[in-house]
């Protein structure tokens, strides 16, 4: 059985950064596009990037040249650096696959302030 478990956020002000980190035991972990989501309250959970196994990435418009993901096969790890962070950004953020999800992990909240 495969365990999500994301660490990394915490409160920042607008301008700040925060990296994210998603440890993935009990998977293939090379072999699948890695995701991060992120969720508030009230709204449906929202993909912010993905990379695939040959390290190809895409990013939501909305993180666009602010966030990079990354991914070290070798830890089972996927980074989500995020830079200059908005108050919009503010959510709790989660990883997984991008198609044929694991079970969710926790998250980790992030809180930017203005």
């Known amino acids: 059985q495969v365990q999500l478990v994301e660490s990394g956020g915490g409160a920042v002000q607008a301008g700040g950064s925060l990296r994210l980190s998603c440890v993935a035991s009990?998977?293939?972990?090379?072999?699948?596009?890695m995701a991060w989501y992120r969720q508030v309250p009230g709204k449906q959970r929202e993909l912010v990037a993905f990379?695939?196994?040959?390290?190809?990435?895409v990013y939501a418009d909305s993180v666009k040249g602010r966030f990079t993901i990354s991914r070290d096969n070798a830890k089972n790890t996927v980074y989500l650096q995020m830079n200059s962070l908005k108050p919009d950004d503010t959510a709790v953020y989660y990883c997984?696959?991008?198609?044929?999800?694991?079970?969710w992990g926790q998250g980790t909240q992030v809180t930017v302030s203005s």
């Open positions: 997984n696959r991008l198609t044929s999800w694991y079970q």
């Open positions: 009990g998977s293939i972990f090379g072999f699948d596009t």
């Open positions: 990379i695939s196994r040959g390290d190809s990435t």
